[in-house]
């Protein structure tokens, strides 16, 4: 706005007071911003879930080879004097040679049993190579497909070599004979893993991936050429799963300290705690802990695998140490495959990780295959040292004096971690190094609540913490924490696994299996748990009766159905919801289930919700009715009953203000027509023959006075912006090439009849006539032929269709289907359509293929060559083509001249009749109707059961997967609108303070009175004759609505920001916007004449218009003044004008919409919950024309086309609710408008130019005014007390309250002077002293007060 300077910078506008001014804004509720309306209502992309391990595996045999020869050193080695001499804890010159080698080998087999008792075991005490060949390959068949181990200590033998071999003895033990890595791997075959220890052994492993890279290609030549001679021999096993530890990098000696084992790496990797405590008494930090000797470590207390005692506790504390560095370091896929796959495997790996950092420290580095990063230096081996370090110094006192042993801090320390992560971290960032410990603390019990409570937090986080959290192997631990019976334990049980199945729903078999389910059916049947809890309880239960029919026998048996029942009422909307949810999947396509349900009559039941103030709980409602009539199962005359009661339950919610809602009940009711497939084929058949014996004067029919105006030769045809959106208009959405079509949306069209400017992006009308088989993607039912259907079933109210007597059942589903296909909101039109047209297939297929073919009928099933059907589409842009007989049959539409050269790009093509060619060809109804249409249409005879699948199967609303979404997303975080820091709330915040300033400053202008109001500020050429204008309260943005397309303009800059289409049939036009939230995120409302609401975002900025959603807000408009006058209206006087269209006031405050127009009520939406709350009747004959509403005072006023002005309090019944009933004007009432102050008088306007004042207590006017006659617009600002008026005669004039003219408008400035059209509408800015006009020469003018008083 371009203040003058010194009101800008007046020190009236402070931020102070900006900021009381701003509470205002902050306190009004918003509507349409719910997340049904800003998402799309589907699943979120199923996650890929890596974490099961497809192929566990155990290690089921191990094989130790010792070559020691005691007693005798190999040739190669120069061993130190002293020198490292113990063997498996064992020195092995304390005793006979022969004794100490078997020592050795009893002791080693028992240091591995510690880690895997079940194994076989088989010692090869300094074997021959026959002896090791006839172990591996005994150990090999046995194990069959299992991993067999291979442990080879080659102390006592020379070094390996470099051409791959290891050494073994000869029978008499005078030779040290070879033996090929090749052969050992040929006898091991695959899964195995190998341990070396023996120096160089690095070399091993090189050798090994050299052989088995050999292997790999010895079999794909065999496997490419079968002659080869590789071919003809054994194939020699593949090494790919195989796993190797070696000692040491092939130039590597072991170390030969004496305080060490020889055999180091052995003991790292058997006896990790033992050694580890040596190595950390060796180190000179042990200094720092006094008496700790070498000999007391030998007598540490307790066993291993007892986690109460020191030994136990270090153990356990050691091994989450290693997984969490394991887990931290390596990646994702080898953790799994290393660390989760195999026990054995996994702990010889958590020690390897020991063996690494004690080894490097003596100039060893030891190798694995797959290779590790390097983990030696990870931070957590210093929480290990302190571990160690807390452990040994109570050690003198524990074993001299008997006190008792402190328990390390070490677990509580790290959830501490854990918590700091989770409490202090931004988003982004690695996920948290504790994850692995978290897991171990599950298994105690003093950590567990905590240790739960901090996992669900995490979980909270989103997926990606989920998938985490399995990956590090949560599943089988929380799995068994449902076997516990601790009171405590559930809550934190329930909303960990309403996260896991969220994400991962494949887990329902797992519950089942182990009886999960049950801790589940006992939280929701416990009244006491908190109704949240008890929601994600039932959430779990609905995902496990989800198509599975294991879960759904389980469940039955565990009285879910009753349990469920119980809680339909309750006051928590989100268990209400999930308790239907679980409810209609329990019974889905089960049969026990749904008898169960009819036995406590659970379809009543459910009747309550369908009048729920929560539209998603509605929708949940529809979902279970669906499912329960929906069963496949056969009928007896019981259950049909019950299926027709239901039926007639659903068909109430035709009108139901949500989308979503309607949606569902198109899926619940195609339940019903799968269900009774034949009854409604013969339904079909009768309104197809109705339909075509009938002719109806409908308005389409009729030319179109508003089609054949100068935009036709208007050279400067704007360019449609297209909508691309959720809710598209209808083709788009669902045609396969989308894009391309969006490319191709030109306003042009192939020079077709009865297409208005946005025509061809139809909504309404894009099904256009196309007919044919579905096969080819087209429908038999076009949307003119449904709609035709329509007004022939004589179906002025569906009030009626309650309480009709049962045959006729199908009959009013029909209709409710034919309705729903016409329906405002482009997707739930879709569904209907679908179904509509499946049946009218079916029907027509099956019941008189040949009549088909020949008739002309709208019917027809188009013929299957090419070369007619092209016929209307392909001809020279020239002239346009004549309507074939078929189309005339269908629409006595006149043709009209083409108004615009081609389009550069023929979109793809789609067979039309010529009728109504330009609606559907530009956007292709590419979608596969069937799952195996016929070739030929009259070959279809028989092909019931496919059809049906179909129809089902293709139907689905997404509602469930959607609903589950909630329990994946963030549940504790802080919604981003009320955190204070948040962009979100910013933007808020600076859209407040712009209110604040635009009200300010307006309010100073006006209070110092205005003079004059003719300056013109901003004049444009509209693409549509202007029918309804609206400014945007706070931004300089205004929209202005033609027949059926939104125009944007930016009326400070003087440019358009957007043109779109609003979707709306041909024969309907706009007659009233609405601003919503206009103090924060504008939506807009637009209102057409069949009672239709479209709610629009993203428009006129960058994005594409998307349709919020739309209902029917009237549903009885009433037919008889929808004719041709109504199409005329801008040229006729408003008094001898059919009808006043549908007429809305908003009231932000109370979240209410209130609508009328060619009804005898006025009927109340509830935005907030989707519904109509009130019809109050108007007790008058004629139309409202006029609608303003006092939310304070809770009165509505209503100008009627009688001249009667009536006021309504809404507080009371509809029999009292009429306060006040004004007669005084004596012709149509152009507008009514009650001001907003508490003493606020009522202010209406007629055609003859009375203007009235009325006080709402006082039965007369208490000031009349008279201004000119012959009125087609009036406008009144609310805060200036000023008015205008639009004339005929072609001249706008503006009086102030005292009824002076303060200005008279009569030609455009510049432009040559042209003179103003006949005014079509104009309206004031709420705020600003502006007045925008729009006249019927299609421009659209704003003026405004004196210059500098902008």
Request: proline share 7%; net charge neutral.
């Given at each position: 706005?371009?203040?003058?300077?010194?009101?800008?910078?007046?020190?009236?506008?402070?931020?102070?007071?900006?900021?009381?001014?701003?509470?205002?804004?902050?306190?009004?509720?918003?509507?349409?911003?719910?997340?049904?309306?800003?998402?799309?209502?589907?699943?979120?992309?199923?996650?890929?879930?890596?974490?099961?391990?497809?192929?566990?595996?155990?290690?089921?045999?191990?094989?130790?080879?010792?070559?020691?020869?005691?007693?005798?050193?190999?040739?190669?080695?120069?061993?130190?004097?002293?020198?490292?001499?113990?063997?498996?804890?064992?020195?092995?010159?304390?005793?006979?040679?022969?004794?100490?080698?078997?020592?050795?080998?009893?002791?080693?087999?028992?240091?591995?049993?510690?880690?895997?008792?079940?194994?076989?075991?088989?010692?090869?005490?300094?074997?021959?190579?026959?002896?090791?060949?006839?172990?591996?390959?005994?150990?090999?068949?046995?194990?069959?497909?299992?991993?067999?181990?291979?442990?080879?200590?080659?102390?006592?033998?020379?070094?390996?070599?470099?051409?791959?071999?290891?050494?073994?003895?000869?029978?008499?033990?005078?030779?040290?004979?070879?033996?090929?890595?090749?052969?050992?791997?040929?006898?091991?075959?695959?899964?195995?893993?190998?341990?070396?220890?023996?120096?160089?052994?690095?070399?091993?492993?090189?050798?090994?991936?050299?052989?088995?890279?050999?292997?790999?290609?010895?079999?794909?030549?065999?496997?490419?050429?079968?002659?080869?001679?590789?071919?003809?021999?054994?194939?020699?096993?593949?090494?790919?799963?195989?796993?190797?530890?070696?000692?040491?990098?092939?130039?590597?000696?072991?170390?030969?300290?004496?305080?060490?084992?020889?055999?180091?790496?052995?003991?790292?990797?058997?006896?990790?705690?033992?050694?580890?405590?040596?190595?950390?008494?060796?180190?000179?930090?042990?200094?720092?802990?006094?008496?700790?000797?070498?000999?007391?470590?030998?007598?540490?207390?307790?066993?291993?695998?007892?986690?109460?005692?020191?030994?136990?506790?270090?153990?356990?504390?050691?091994?989450?140490?290693?997984?969490?560095?394991?887990?931290?370091?390596?990646?994702?896929?080898?953790?799994?495959?290393?660390?989760?796959?195999?026990?054995?495997?996994?702990?010889?790996?958590?020690?390897?990780?020991?063996?690494?950092?004690?080894?490097?420290?003596?100039?060893?580095?030891?190798?694995?295959?797959?290779?590790?990063?390097?983990?030696?230096?990870?931070?957590?081996?210093?929480?290990?040292?302190?571990?160690?370090?807390?452990?040994?110094?109570?050690?003198?006192?524990?074993?001299?004096?008997?006190?008792?042993?402190?328990?390390?801090?070490?677990?509580?320390?790290?959830?501490?971690?854990?918590?700091?992560?989770?409490?202090?971290?931004?988003?982004?960032?690695?996920?948290?190094?504790?994850?692995?410990?978290?897991?171990?603390?599950?298994?105690?019990?003093?950590?567990?609540?905590?240790?739960?409570?901090?996992?669900?937090?995490?979980?909270?986080?989103?997926?990606?913490?989920?998938?985490?959290?399995?990956?590090?192997?949560?599943?089988?631990?929380?799995?068994?924490?449902?076997?516990?019976?601790a009171r405590e334990l559930r809550p934190l049980l329930v909303f960990i696994w309403a996260k896991i199945l969220a994400v991962d729903s494949s887990c329902q078999a797992d519950l089942v299996k182990d009886n999960g389910h049950k801790y589940f059916l006992s939280v929701l049947a416990d009244s006491y748990m908190p109704a949240e809890h008890r929601t994600m309880a039932v959430f779990i239960l609905a995902v496990i009766v989800n198509s599975y029919n294991t879960g759904q026998e389980a469940c039955l048996q565990g009285n879910l159905i009753a349990n469920c029942l119980e809680q339909l009422s309750d006051p928590h909307p989100l268990l209400r919801q999930w308790v239907a949810i679980c409810l209609g999947r329990i019974w889905q396509n089960f049969d026990p289930a749904r008898w169960c349900g009819v036995?406590?009559?659970?379809?009543?039941?459910?009747?309550?919700?369908?009048?729920?103030?929560?539209?998603?709980?509605?929708?949940?409602?529809?979902?279970?009715?669906?499912?329960?009539?929906?069963?496949?199962?056969?009928?007896?005359?019981?259950?049909?009953?019950?299926?027709?009661?239901?039926?007639?339950?659903?068909?109430?919610?035709?009108?139901?203000?949500?989308?979503?809602?309607?949606?569902?009940?198109?899926?619940?009711?195609?339940?019903?027509?799968?269900?009774?497939?034949?009854?409604?084929?013969?339904?079909?058949?009768?309104?197809?023959?109705?339909?075509?014996?009938?002719?109806?004067?409908?308005?389409?029919?009729?030319?179109?006075?508003?089609?054949?105006?100068?935009?036709?030769?208007?050279?400067?045809?704007?360019?449609?912006?297209?909508?691309?959106?959720?809710?598209?208009?209808?083709?788009?959405?669902?045609?396969?090439?989308?894009?391309?079509?969006?490319?191709?949306?030109?306003?042009?069209?192939?020079?077709?009849?009865?297409?208005?400017?946005?025509?061809?992006?139809?909504?309404?009308?894009?099904?256009?006539?196309?007919?044919?088989?579905?096969?080819?993607?087209?429908?038999?039912?076009?949307?003119?032929?449904?709609?035709?259907?329509?007004?022939?079933?004589?179906?002025?109210?569906?009030?009626?269709?309650?309480?009709?007597?049962?045959?006729?059942?199908?009959?009013?589903?029909?209709?409710?289907?034919?309705?729903?296909?016409?329906?405002?909101?482009?997707?739930?039109?879709?569904?209907?359509?679908?179904?509509?047209?499946?049946?009218?297939?079916?029907?027509?297929?099956?019941?008189?293929?040949?009549?088909?073919?020949?008739?002309?009928?709208?019917?027809?099933?188009?013929?299957?060559?090419?070369?007619?059907?092209?016929?209307?589409?392909?001809?020279?842009?020239?002239?346009?083509?004549?309507?074939?007989?078929?189309?005339?049959?269908?629409?006595?539409?006149?043709?009209?001249?083409?108004?615009?050269?081609?389009?550069?790009?023929?979109?793809?093509?789609?067979?039309?009749?010529?009728?109504?060619?330009?609606?559907?060809?530009?956007?292709?109804?590419?979608?596969?109707?069937?799952?195996?249409?016929?070739?030929?249409?009259?070959?279809?005879?028989?092909?019931?059961?496919?059809?049906?699948?179909?129809?089902?199967?293709?139907?689905?609303?997404?509602?469930?997967?959607?609903?589950?979404?909630?329990?994946?997303?963030?549940?504790?975080?802080?919604?981003?609108?009320?955190?204070?820091?948040?962009?979100?709330?910013?933007?808020?915040?600076?859209?407040?303070?712009?209110?604040?300033?635009?009200?300010?400053?307006?309010?100073?202008?006006?209070?110092?009175?205005?003079?004059?109001?003719?300056?013109?500020?901003?004049?444009?050429?509209?693409?549509?004759?202007?029918?309804?204008?609206?400014?945007?309260?706070?931004?300089?943005?205004?929209?202005?609505?033609?027949?059926?397309?939104?125009?944007?303009?930016?009326?400070?800059?003087?440019?358009?920001?957007?043109?779109?289409?609003?979707?709306?049939?041909?024969?309907?036009?706009?007659?009233?916007?609405?601003?919503?939230?206009?103090?924060?995120?504008?939506?807009?409302?637009?209102?057409?004449?069949?009672?239709?609401?479209?709610?629009?975002?993203?428009?006129?900025?960058?994005?594409?218009?998307?349709?919020?959603?739309?209902?029917?807000?009237?549903?009885?408009?009433?037919?008889?003044?929808?004719?041709?006058?109504?199409?005329?209206?801008?040229?006729?006087?408003?008094?001898?004008?059919?009808?006043?269209?549908?007429?809305?006031?908003?009231?932000?405050?109370?979240?209410?919409?209130?609508?009328?127009?060619?009804?005898?009520?006025?009927?109340?939406?509830?935005?907030?919950?989707?519904?109509?709350?009130?019809?109050?009747?108007?007790?008058?004959?004629?139309?409202?024309?006029?609608?303003?509403?006092?939310?304070?005072?809770?009165?509505?006023?209503?100008?009627?086309?009688?001249?009667?002005?009536?006021?309504?309090?809404?507080?009371?019944?509809?029999?009292?609710?009429?306060?006040?009933?004004?007669?005084?004007?004596?012709?149509?009432?152009?507008?009514?408008?009650?001001?907003?102050?508490?003493?606020?008088?009522?202010?209406?306007?007629?055609?003859?130019?009375?203007?009235?004042?009325?006080?709402?207590?006082?039965?007369?006017?208490?000031?009349?005014?008279?201004?000119?006659?012959?009125?087609?617009?009036?406008?009144?600002?609310?805060?200036?007390?000023?008015?205008?008026?639009g004339s005929m005669n072609q001249f706008i004039a503006v009086y102030n309250a005292n009824g002076d003219v303060i200005s008279n408008i009569k030609y455009y400035d510049g432009f040559m002077g042209q003179r103003i059209g006949a005014i079509s509408c104009l309206a004031f800015h709420p705020n600003w002293p502006h007045l925008a006009v729009g006249s019927n020469d299609y421009y659209m003018s704003i003026y405004s007060a004196e210059k500098r008083l902008r």
């Amino acid at each position: 706005m371009k203040m003058d300077s010194d009101l800008l910078h007046s020190p009236a506008v402070g931020l102070a007071e900006e900021e009381e001014a701003d509470m205002n804004d902050w306190k009004l509720p918003l509507a349409f911003m719910k997340k049904r309306h800003s998402e799309k209502i589907e699943g979120s992309k199923a996650l890929a879930q890596s974490w099961r391990m497809k192929d566990r595996m155990k290690t089921v045999s191990v094989a130790l080879v010792l070559c020691l020869n005691v007693g005798v050193d190999p040739p190669d080695v120069v061993k130190t004097s002293p020198c490292a001499r113990l063997e498996c804890w064992i020195d092995p010159l304390s005793m006979s040679p022969q004794k100490a080698l078997e020592t050795i080998g009893a002791n080693l087999q028992k240091q591995y049993e510690n880690w895997q008792p079940r194994a076989r075991y088989k010692q090869s005490l300094d074997p021959t190579v026959d002896e090791v060949k006839k172990l591996c390959t005994s150990l090999r068949r046995n194990a069959k497909e299992e991993r067999v181990l291979f442990h080879y200590n080659g102390h006592g033998v020379p070094r390996p070599t470099v051409n791959g071999e290891i050494w073994v003895f000869n029978k008499n033990y005078t030779q040290y004979i070879p033996l090929s890595i090749y052969d050992l791997q040929t006898w091991m075959g695959s899964p195995s893993i190998f341990v070396y220890d023996c120096s160089n052994a690095g070399i091993i492993v090189k050798s090994f991936k050299q052989f088995a890279l050999q292997r790999e290609q010895e079999l794909e030549v065999a496997a490419i050429n079968p002659s080869h001679p590789l071919a003809q021999m054994p194939l020699p096993p593949s090494m790919k799963n195989c796993i190797q530890l070696a000692a040491c990098e092939a130039s590597e000696l072991l170390p030969m300290n004496p305080d060490l084992p020889a055999d180091l790496f052995t003991s790292c990797l058997t006896t990790p705690i033992k050694i580890a405590l040596r190595w950390f008494c060796m180190q000179k930090s042990a200094k720092l802990v006094p008496g700790v000797t070498l000999d007391l470590i030998e007598k540490i207390p307790g066993r291993l695998n007892d986690r109460r005692t020191p030994l136990g506790e270090l153990n356990w504390i050691f091994t989450a140490i290693t997984d969490t560095i394991a887990w931290n370091v390596l990646p994702r896929d080898l953790f799994q495959k290393l660390f989760r796959q195999d026990l054995l495997v996994a702990s010889l790996f958590r020690n390897f990780l020991l063996a690494e950092r004690i080894m490097r420290s003596y100039n060893c580095t030891p190798v694995s295959s797959p290779r590790l990063p390097p983990t030696y230096m990870h931070a957590m081996w210093q929480a290990w040292d302190l571990a160690v370090d807390i452990c040994l110094s109570q050690l003198p006192t524990i074993i001299e004096e008997g006190t008792a042993f402190r328990h390390s801090p070490f677990f509580a320390e790290q959830l501490t971690a854990f918590q700091v992560w989770l409490t202090m971290g931004v988003e982004n960032r690695n996920p948290p190094e504790q994850l692995p410990i978290v897991l171990q603390v599950l298994l105690s019990q003093v950590h567990r609540l905590r240790a739960l409570d901090l996992l669900g937090r995490f979980l909270d986080l989103g997926p990606w913490a989920v998938s985490l959290a399995l990956s590090v192997g949560i599943f089988p631990y929380v799995l068994k924490l449902l076997q516990s019976s601790a009171r405590e334990l559930r809550p934190l049980l329930v909303f960990i696994w309403a996260k896991i199945l969220a994400v991962d729903s494949s887990c329902q078999a797992d519950l089942v299996k182990d009886n999960g389910h049950k801790y589940f059916l006992s939280v929701l049947a416990d009244s006491y748990m908190p109704a949240e809890h008890r929601t994600m309880a039932v959430f779990i239960l609905a995902v496990i009766v989800n198509s599975y029919n294991t879960g759904q026998e389980a469940c039955l048996q565990g009285n879910l159905i009753a349990n469920c029942l119980e809680q339909l009422s309750d006051p928590h909307p989100l268990l209400r919801q999930w308790v239907a949810i679980c409810l209609g999947r329990i019974w889905q396509n089960f049969d026990p289930a749904r008898w169960c349900g009819v036995r406590d009559s659970a379809h009543e039941k459910l009747y309550t919700l369908l009048s729920d103030p929560i539209p998603e709980v509605r929708c949940a409602a529809v979902f279970a009715l669906g499912t329960f009539v929906g069963n496949s199962a056969e009928r007896t005359d019981h259950s049909t009953t019950i299926d027709h009661n239901v039926a007639m339950m659903l068909a109430q919610l035709i009108n139901d203000g949500s989308p979503v809602v309607r949606k569902e009940l198109v899926v619940a009711l195609s339940h019903l027509v799968v269900q009774y497939e034949s009854n409604f084929c013969t339904v079909a058949l009768q309104f197809i023959e109705e339909e075509k014996n009938y002719t109806v004067p409908s308005p389409a029919n009729t030319a179109e006075p508003g089609n054949l105006t100068p935009v036709r030769d208007s050279p400067a045809i704007p360019r449609l912006r297209s909508v691309n959106s959720y809710t598209n208009i209808r083709a788009a959405t669902t045609a396969r090439n989308l894009n391309k079509s969006l490319q191709n949306l030109n306003l042009n069209e192939e020079g077709g009849p009865a297409a208005f400017s946005p025509g061809n992006l139809s909504t309404s009308s894009s099904a256009s006539s196309t007919l044919g088989s579905p096969d080819n993607d087209e429908y038999i039912l076009s949307f003119e032929t449904i709609d035709k259907m329509r007004r022939v079933s004589s179906y002025s109210s569906l009030n009626s269709l309650i309480g009709v007597s049962f045959n006729s059942v199908y009959t009013q589903i029909w209709r409710v289907l034919l309705h729903l296909a016409a329906d405002p909101f482009p997707e739930v039109s879709d569904l209907a359509m679908k179904v509509l047209n499946s049946i009218a297939y079916k029907a027509t297929m099956n019941a008189r293929p040949q009549r088909i073919l020949d008739s002309g009928s709208l019917t027809q099933s188009a013929p299957a060559s090419p070369t007619s059907k092209g016929t209307h589409i392909h001809q020279a842009s020239g002239s346009p083509p004549m309507p074939s007989t078929s189309s005339s049959s269908l629409t006595n539409e006149v043709p009209k001249p083409p108004a615009r050269e081609q389009p550069a790009t023929r979109p793809p093509y789609t067979p039309t009749l010529g009728g109504q060619a330009p609606h559907s060809h530009q956007f292709p109804r590419t979608r596969k109707m069937f799952d195996k249409g016929p070739e030929q249409a009259a070959e279809d005879g028989d092909e019931p059961g496919g059809h049906r699948n179909y129809i089902s199967a293709a139907l689905q609303t997404g509602l469930c997967d959607w609903s589950a979404k909630y329990f994946a997303q963030p549940v504790m975080k802080i919604p981003e609108e009320h955190d204070l820091e948040s962009q979100v709330r910013m933007e808020r915040q600076w859209r407040f303070l712009r209110n604040t300033r635009v009200r300010k400053q307006s309010r100073i202008i006006t209070q110092r009175g205005l003079s004059r109001l003719d300056d013109q500020i901003f004049i444009n050429r509209n693409p549509g004759v202007p029918s309804v204008v609206k400014f945007h309260p706070f931004n300089t943005c205004i929209a202005v609505a033609d027949k059926d397309s939104i125009c944007f303009w930016d009326w400070e800059k003087g440019e358009r920001l957007d043109y779109f289409y609003n979707g709306n049939p041909r024969y309907t036009r706009i007659t009233a916007m609405e601003y919503l939230n206009g103090h924060d995120c504008s939506l807009l409302l637009t209102a057409t004449d069949d009672g239709a609401l479209r709610i629009w975002k993203n428009f006129a900025d960058q994005k594409n218009p998307e349709m919020v959603t739309a209902w029917q807000g009237l549903s009885d408009m009433l037919p008889t003044t929808r004719g041709l006058a109504r199409r005329v209206s801008i040229y006729l006087d408003r008094s001898k004008q059919g009808g006043a269209g549908m007429v809305v006031d908003w009231e932000q405050e109370t979240g209410l919409l209130m609508t009328s127009g060619d009804v005898r009520v006025i009927r109340i939406w509830d935005t907030d919950r989707e519904m109509k709350v009130q019809d109050i009747p108007t007790g008058a004959d004629s139309c409202v024309t006029s609608l303003s509403c006092d939310s304070k005072r809770s009165l509505i006023v209503a100008g009627l086309g009688d001249g009667s002005v009536r006021v309504f309090d809404r507080r009371m019944g509809p029999n009292e609710c009429r306060v006040m009933t004004y007669r005084e004007h004596g012709a149509w009432v152009v507008k009514a408008h009650i001001q907003k102050e508490t003493d606020g008088q009522i202010i209406s306007v007629s055609v003859n130019g009375d203007v009235r004042f009325f006080e709402p207590r006082t039965p007369d006017s208490i000031n009349i005014l008279q201004t000119v006659k012959g009125l087609t617009a009036l406008d009144i600002h609310p805060q200036a007390n000023l008015f205008a008026c639009g004339s005929m005669n072609q001249f706008i004039a503006v009086y102030n309250a005292n009824g002076d003219v303060i200005s008279n408008i009569k030609y455009y400035d510049g432009f040559m002077g042209q003179r103003i059209g006949a005014i079509s509408c104009l309206a004031f800015h709420p705020n600003w002293p502006h007045l925008a006009v729009g006249s019927n020469d299609y421009y659209m003018s704003i003026y405004s007060a004196e210059k500098r008083l902008r």
